[in-house]
């Protein structure tokens, strides 16, 4: 079992229940963020065979996710897979691991921020046929920024509610929304959409990069086992339940959209600033579409919120366990929030954002650009997680072939098969990402040959646990 080392409890105890933790990781996914701007790149890519991406990623995750529910069994950490590592390979490499987490995180909160400036610029200019100009996308950005940050810092549980109730109506909605467009384009259905098409297994590939992105929410399950209710018990249920109903509305509404929009035609709906909402006002109706806009603001906000929640636990871990500055460690004394780790991680991302901003264009390019990133930085968490797992359980003795190595393995050959996608054929600007994550590594290794190398207390870090 993992090494239990006392230290003072600084997070809210016991504040999120079993159903907080399944809603909070789907609300974070933000289904009809997918389905308003994701799918654009996806289809860009993939063709006709969008639907199949989802279905290969939903498989993909669902793989993957074993390697995080059998650790959470065992390891109850704001620190996730930095914990996780540390305990199942090392320190150093859990730091490594925390490291390459941040650059996901970080990378994620810019693109949630940016595409929510976007998504309203271009939502407005669809309603009124009025362009807005990229600095406007840009401040509205910002804004989103401060308002996540306002809500992350009074409370965990109020961060939590405000996407409880959002989320089940978002991912009730774009159900409902999928099924009527399936029921009123009949001569279209056809299982073609689940092949490679035309786009074949590179197109495939190049579009789970993003379709892996989008099950990015179920990691911050993981980071709030501080806080939750038996975490031990109930983040496995969640992160399984949340992958599961992600998955079939993924699946079910870029089925709806690609039959709607007509399969051989594909490119075309990549084109569009927002294809989701064509297909739905032409489908549906205005009043559909004014719906859909509504729940995909209040998606997007769920998802930074969530994502805040789980970049600012990690550097909060990290922080308490000397890797990162002490007050980076600190928690508010009313709210019981990481504070400090919040105004600096807004403070970061809304740089990161700015130079995605001031370096890619157009705007569009710029937000698949840091969505690209943050889905090579957490193919590498996942990639070095799930090869943990297998040392973990020979050290405690609970190896079992199928969840200790077979679907370890299974799961990172799958999605190094999406960074390999990412790099080969060169697609701007996808390709990129790679190489700003290849620039991050060496930067990480000398980071832990100085901060942590020579520390007398090493074994100790990563291995807090409830």
């Known amino acids: 079992m993992a090494s239990e080392v006392e230290q003072t409890g600084e997070l809210k105890r016991n504040a999120l229940s079993l159903s907080h933790l399944s809603v909070q990781g789907l609300a974070v996914i933000g289904p009809s963020i997918t389905a308003a701007i994701l799918i654009t790149g996806i289809a860009g ?16 995750i669902l793989i993957n996710v074993n390697t995080a529910i059998q650790y959470s069994k065992k390891i109850a950490s704001s620190g996730g897979f930095f914990s996780y590592v540390s305990n199942g390979i090392g320190p150093r490499t ?6 390459y987490q941040l ?36 401040l509205i950005g910002v804004i989103t920024l401060i308002f996540a940050i306002s809500i992350q810092y009074v409370g965990i549980k109020k961060a939590v509610g405000f996407n409880f109730i959002t989320g089940l109506i978002e991912s009730g909605f774009l159900v409902i929304v999928s099924l009527i467009i399936i029921v009123l384009s009949p001569s279209s259905n056809t299982g073609y959409v689940f092949t490679p098409g035309t786009a074949g297994l590179s197109g495939v590939g190049l579009g789970m990069i993003l379709a892996l992105l989008s099950f990015g929410g179920y990691t911050t399950i993981v980071s709030l086992g501080e806080e939750a209710k038996s975490p031990k018990k109930n ?18 509404s870029s089925y709806a959209l690609t039959i709607g929009w007509g399969y051989n035609n594909m490119a075309a709906f990549a084109a569009l600033p927002l294809p989701g909402f064509t297909v739905v006002n032409a489908k549906i109706g205005l009043a559909a579409t004014l719906i859909l806009s509504v729940i995909v603001l209040s998606a997007n906000l769920n998802a930074i919120n969530g994502q805040m929640v789980n970049v600012s636990r990690l550097v909060y871990r990290m922080a308490r366990d000397e890797i990162f500055p002490k007050y980076l460690g600190k928690s508010h004394i009313k709210y019981q929030t990481p504070y400090v780790s919040l105004i600096a991680i807004t403070a970061i991302s809304g740089i990161v954002m700015l130079f995605a901003f001031l370096a890619i264009r157009p705007v569009i390019d710029a937000v698949f650009l840091l969505a690209t990133m943050a889905t090579v930085g957490t193919i590498m968490v996942h ?20 969840f200790s190595a077979l679907l370890p393995i299974v799961g990172t050959v799958l999605i190094l098969y ?17 190489i700003a994550l290849a620039i991050w590594t060496p930067l990480c290794i000398i980071f832990i040959m100085l901060k942590i190398h020579n520390r007398d207390d090493i074994e100790t870090i990563g291995k807090f646990t409830l």
């Open 235 to 252: 983040t496995g249920k969640a992160i399984i339940f949340t992958v599961l109903m992600a998955g079939f509305v993924f699946v079910i």
């Open 94 to 99: 859990g730091v490594m691991t925390g490291l």
């Open 418 to 434: 999406a960074l390999y996608a990412s790099i080969y054929p060169f697609v701007y600007p996808y390709y990129l990402a790679p």
């Open 103 to 138: 650059f996901y995180q970080i990378n994620n909160v810019a693109f949630l921020a940016l595409w929510n400036g976007y998504f309203i610029g271009a939502a407005y200019s669809f309603f009124t046929g009025k362009p807005v100009s990229t600095y406007t996308m840009l």
């Open 383 to 402: 990639s070095i997680t799930n090869i943990s797992l297998i040392r973990y359980h020979v050290r405690i003795k609970e190896f079992r072939l199928v």
């Open 45 to 60: 890519v993939a063709l006709s065979a969008t639907p199949l991406v989802f279905l290969v990623a939903t498989i993909a």
